[in-house]
């Protein structure tokens, strides 16, 4: 993944506003795209996922819209809450069966109350 | 165990001294992985075991770095002869099968002086 060292891309939001968090990926061939959620001190955290034969997936308070032909993926977050304050990080995996993920630079999502 | 457990928590080494990182995996869980993580950058891949086979080590700088899992449990991640470039967080994670996202462990925070 691309390297900003400590300057990470930051989002701020209002609490109870909605966010959206957006990545792109370097492989048009990967087949399978994560998110995850760190707080410092912790390891990442699964939000969700989304296979490549799919363009939108939904959970709780959570969407990932997946764009192939930009190669982008975005992450949105509804009605966010100050426990959503992280670094959230994009993932793709390049070959479909092989295990590695390639992890973005992630985004430092800040929630003011 | 309820999740993927990681230690040392905190690693100070000397320059030239080896380190062992120790990880838990998830009971039962077919894989696991080693990342590592600089600071304000994305995980970044390791090696790979399926049970007792270390079935990917493209990630691993250099012949320095080392990981064992010998009884498809428990894994090891050694480094010789440590070097400040070194310093970073070392991220475990574990997955049941061979698909889909994998539980992180909150890494091992490795500082070589």
């Known amino acids: 993944g691309e390297s900003v060292g400590l300057h990470l891309p930051t989002l701020s939001v209002q609490e109870g506003d909605n966010s959206i968090i957006n990545c792109a990926y370097s492989?048009?061939?990967?087949?399978?795209f994560i998110w995850y959620k760190q707080e410092s001190g912790k390891g990442p955290q699964f939000i969700i996922d989304?296979?490549?034969?799919?363009d939108k997936r939904q959970g709780q308070r959570v969407t990932v819209l997946l764009n192939k032909t930009v190669k982008h993926l975005s992450l949105q977050i509804a009605a966010t809450q100050p426990g959503d304050s992280a670094v959230y990080f994009c993932a793709e995996r390049f070959i479909e069966g092989a295990q590695k993920l390639v992890f973005g630079q992630g985004t430092r999502l800040t929630i003011n109350p | 165990g309820a999740g993927v457990s990681q230690s040392p928590r905190y690693k100070v080494a000397k320059r030239g001294q080896d380190v062992a990182l120790r990880c838990d995996p998830i009971s039962g869980h077919v894989s696991l992985f080693w990342y590592q993580q600089a600071l304000g950058q994305g995980p970044e891949f390791l090696t790979y075991f399926q049970n007792e086979a270390q079935l990917d080590k493209s990630g691993l700088p250099s012949d320095r770095f080392f990981a064992e899992r010998p009884e498809g449990s428990v894994s090891t991640l050694k480094i010789q002869r440590t070097q400040q470039e070194d310093s970073a967080v070392y991220l475990c994670?574990?997955?049941?099968?061979?698909?889909?996202?994998?539980?992180f462990g909150s890494g091992t925070r490795l500082t070589v002086v």
């Open positions: 989304i296979r490549s034969n799919m």
């Open positions: 492989n048009s061939a990967s087949d399978y």
């Open positions: 994670a574990s997955s049941l099968g061979t698909q889909g996202g994998y539980t």
